[in-house]
Structures are given as structure tokens and as C-alpha cells.
């Protein structure tokens, strides 16, 4: 089982950023979505110059929510989370989806140079008032991991119409962070833990459509036996709190990620997409 991991946040993140000139982002393409695409699946359209390879590493950066709440170091404000979009867009990185990384983690699939999956957890309203036109300006693919219970709750969560416009833009992946995120080690029975993972799915499959795959869990926690529901729900890859970046033979139901928040400045932004091992804090 994995270290559990504490947070600032409900939901799960907490540790900003370096306050720099931030350039105008380079606009999403004008390109339609394919309408046969499922929905609550993103789709990128790069320039046929970029290049494909098999990288050594990947990150996928763990973000929580956007705001200006003061003396929370989870909650990034929109500015800091602009100049780290900047950052990547100047330094040549490509965002990459869901499937993309699962198909390099399971194949050794090639990716885009300099890749980097953006993730941010628990459904928080500027998840859709901030996040999500952000990154289409950016033409940034993106992944929301929701918990759907929480979805139309009168605090700072959003609506199922919000995310339902979401899920048809291709712009982000919806995915699981279960019903309501618990610790999932801590739940007495298997039924209980059944219940967060597949009652989660079936949210997502009958609100947006979704035939949900991917997971992030709660508190980076889980044991073997959620990783069994996990296989038995059809989920297929699951990210955790643990630091570190993924790799081609990482073990799916056990991928890292690098946690985000606005006390990182842009070096250890820099340090976190390019190293396994990394100052922590």
C-alpha cells in the first residue's frame, strides 16, 4: 500500500509561484471535433512538424484548485497558473492525454517531444470558470478526475450541465476520483470500496455519457484489493501522490505524479518535469 499522503485541500493537493511577465498564450486550434468521439475524452491537434519518440519519463502534474484565497498553498492563483502554461508552451512541451500516456506506460508508444499530462483533481467550480477556457486558449489537453458526489453542491462545485459542456468540447478528459473521496484503504469492507469506484462510474456513464477508465485516488491511497475492483470496474490506469514522473512499464494501477501548488516556483516547476527524484517540499 501506498504512504497516504495529506493535503490542504478536501479534495486532496497541497503546497507560490514565482510571479514573472507572462506572454500572450498561443490560441487553441480552430479545428472541429470529431462528432463521433465518445464524450468526456480530450482530443489534441498538433502541426504535422512536431516530433514523435519514446521519452525516458513523463510527468503528470497534479493540480487542485484556482483562486485567491490567501495562506492555502494548494490553491494556485490563475496568474501563477498562466506563467507555468507559458513555461511550458515557450519550452517546446506537448501536453498529452489520458490515452496517450496509458499507451506509453502499456506499449512504449511514442509521444510528442518534451511531453507533460496537466491533471487536476475534484471537481472544483473553477475547474469550468478558469481551467477549462484557459487551456483551450492554450490548446492544452488536460484531465479533470471528478468526485461525483460532490457535483451540485452549493460550494464551489460545479453542475452537471457545466460538465456535461465539457465533456462534448473534447477539450478534457473526465475521469474518476470516486463517489466520495475517502481513503479507500481505511473502508471496512470490499462492498464499501465497490461502491466508491463503480457507483463513480455509473455517475459518469449516466450523467455525461462517459465509459469512464481512468482513476485518481483519493489521498494517493489504495491496497490490492481496490486494485482488483479497480480491474473488475474496467478501469484501466490509476494515478496516485506519490512523487515522481511514469515510464514505459510502470505498473498502471500505481503511476506518480508531481504535485503543483503556488508555492512552487518556476525552477522546481522546471525540476518536476524533468527528474524522478526531486526536492519534495
Known amino acids: 500500500m501506498l504512504a497516504l499522503s495529506a493535503f490542504a485541500l478536501t479534495g486532496c493537493g497541497g503546497q507560490g509561484g514565482e510571479k514573472t511577465a507572462s506572454s500572450q498564450p498561443v490560441a ?11 464524450p468526456g475524452a480530450a482530443v489534441v491537434h498538433r502541426p504535422a512538424d512536431v516530433k514523435y519518440s519514446v521519452p525516458e519519463g513523463v510527468s503528470v502534474l497534479m493540480y487542485h ?18 506563467i507555468q502554461m507559458n513555461y511550458l508552451r515557450d519550452h517546446g512541451y506537448h501536453p498529452i492525454t489520458m490515452q496517450e500516456l496509458y499507451d506509453y506506460v502499456t506499449k512504449g508508444a511514442p509521444l510528442p517531444e518534451k511531453p507533460v499530462c496537466i491533471t487536476f483533481d475534484d471537481g472544483y467550480l473553477d475547474s469550468y470558470t478558469i481551467v477549462y477556457p484557459l487551456m483551450k486558449e492554450y490548446g492544452f489537453p488536460w484531465t479533470l478526475f471528478l468526485i461525483t458526489d460532490d457535483v451540485g453542491k452549493p460550494y464551489n462545485r460545479m453542475t452537471w450541465d457545466q460538465l456535461k459542456e465539457m465533456a462534448n468540447s473534447h477539450a478534457v478528459t473526465i475521469a474518476s476520483h470516486t463517489l466520495s473521496h475517502p481513503k479507500l484503504h481505511n473502508l471496512a469492507t470490499r462492498a464499501e470500496k465497490e461502491k466508491e469506484i463503480v457507483d463513480a462510474n455509473k ?3 449516466y450523467q455525461l455519457g462517459i465509459d469512464n477508465v ?19 470496474a ?25 504535485y503543483i501548488g503556488n508555492d512552487i516556483s ?6 518536476r518535469l524533468n527528474k524522478d527524484n526531486y526536492t519534495p517540499v
Open 28 to 38: 487553441a486550434s480552430s479545428q472541429a471535433a470529431d462528432p463521433n468521439l465518445k
Open 65 to 82: 484548485m484556482i483562486g485567491d484565497e490567501q495562506g492555502n498553498a494548494a490553491i494556485m492563483t490563475e496568474a501563477n497558473l498562466r
Open 203 to 205: 455517475a459518469l456513464k
Open 214 to 232: 481512468w482513476l485518481a485516488y483519493p489521498y494517493g491511497d489504495y491496497d490490492d484489493e481496490v486494485i482488483d475492483i479497480c480491474k473488475k
Open 234 to 258: 474496467g478501469i484501466k490506469m490509476a494515478v496516485t501522490t506519490d512523487a515522481g514522473r511514469v515510464h514505459v512499464g510502470s505498473f498502471p494501477y500505481d503511476l506518480k505524479r508531481a
Open 266 to 271: 518556476l525552477a522546481r516547476f522546471s525540476e
